[in-house]
């Protein structure tokens, strides 16, 4: 199953940290598309992740379950 694009909001990680998506950008040698995202926590410090590892499920306790999930779109 292929998951949405993200969209600018405010994102759940799966390991409960929330997160604001900025918005997309792609790798300057690879071009390689990537989510650009600010933690909301500590020094609010700003990332980017590959969109394929951004979308990917991952498991807990066994079950697939999203990486970052939307909370509320902007």
């Known amino acids: 199953m292929t998951r949405p694009l993200p969209v600018p909001g405010i ?4 390991k409960g940290n929330r997160y604001e998506v ?11 598309p990537l989510v650009v ?3 909301l926590y ?14 990917e499920l991952v498991k807990v306790q066994g079950e697939p379950v ?9």
């Open 42 to 55: 500590g020094d609010y410090g700003l990332w980017v992740r590959p969109l394929a590892m951004f979308n």
């Open 66 to 74: 999203p990486r970052f999930e939307l909370e509320k779109a902007f």
């Open 11 to 14: 994102y759940c990680h799966y």
């Open 22 to 32: 900025l918005g997309m950008a792609h790798h300057s040698e690879t071009e390689e």
């Open 37 to 39: 995202y600010r933690a």
